[in-house]
């Protein structure tokens, strides 16, 4: 059994900064596509990044590209999400997320490829 931990949350200003962290425990995170989410009061769940196993490949939603930076830390089992110039529509509920089969071509993006789940940690942004 996978358990994914977020910490890092709160409430910030709009253009200030956040870093979310994802602690995992388990099984093998090293062999696990990361992915973080979000989903905000009456809307549906939406990808915002996501990085494969090595840490050499990232892919990001439109809306948070040259804002965000996923990375991880295979060692610590961790996965961070740094937000930069944050704004009032990156408020939400911030899930992580573990994909145990992928394609190693194709970075996943749909919530259904993802096996395991964090439990969320709430970013608001003010304006």
């Known amino acids: 059994q996978v358990q994914l931990v977020e910490s890092g949350g709160g409430l910030v200003q709009a253009g200030g900064s956040l870093r979310l962290s994802c602690a995992t425990s388990?099984?093998?995170?090293?062999?696990?596509?990361m992915g973080w989410f979000r989903q905000a009061p009456g809307k549906e769940r939406e990808f915002v990044a996501a990085?494969?196993?090595?840490?050499?490949?990232?892919y990001y939603a439109d809306s948070v590209k040259g804002r965000f930076t996923i990375s991880r830390d295979n060692a610590r089992n961790t996965v961070y999400l740094q937000m930069n110039s944050l704004k009032p529509e990156d408020t939400a509920l911030y899930y992580c997320a573990a994909a145990v089969r992928y394609s190693p071509t194709l970075i996943p993006t749909a919530p259904s490829t993802y096996n395991y789940w964090g439990q969320g940690t709430q970013v608001t942004v003010s304006s």
């Open positions: 388990g099984q093998t995170f090293n062999n696990y596509c």
């Open positions: 990085v494969n196993w090595n840490g050499l490949d990232t």
